[in-house]
């Protein structure tokens, strides 16, 4: 199993920016699909992003599409998610995941978590 852990979180105001990144251990990052996503108080997990081996795949949800980007470097073992002119709606925990090889968009499939980091987005 790979261990993850997330940081570049916080509390900003609308339509700044923030840089997550998680950070694998125990098996390299380059053997492994690398999932973004985040939960809202009251609702369930939902995918944001997703970045496949090599980086030549990354589907994003409709609600960042334009404002979110996704990115890898294998050599330092790290994932990370840009996230630009954000909005109250994206105040969430934000949770990588990892799952092994193949490209995926459901929490169901990813077989690895980070421990999340809050992002608050205030007005």
């Known amino acids: 199993q790979v261990q993850l852990v997330e940081s570049g979180g916080g509390l900003v105001q609308a339509g700044a920016s923030l840089r997550l990144s998680c950070e694998a251990s125990g098996r390299a990052l380059r053997l492994y699909t690398m999932g973004w996503f985040r939960q809202a108080p009251g609702k369930e997990r939902e995918f944001v992003s997703a970045?496949?081996?090599?980086?030549?795949?990354?589907p994003y949800a409709d609600s960042v599409k334009g404002r979110f980007t996704v990115s890898r470097d294998n050599a330092k073992n790290t994932a990370y998610l840009e996230m630009n002119s954000l909005k109250l709606e994206d105040t969430a925990i934000y949770y990588c995941?990892?799952?092994?090889?193949?490209?995926?968009?459901?929490?169901?499939?990813?077989?690895?978590w980070g421990q999340g980091t809050q992002v608050t987005v205030s007005s």
């Open positions: 995941a990892a799952k092994y090889l193949t490209m995926g968009t459901s929490p169901a499939v990813f077989g690895s």
């Open positions: 970045i496949s081996l090599g980086g030549g795949t990354t």
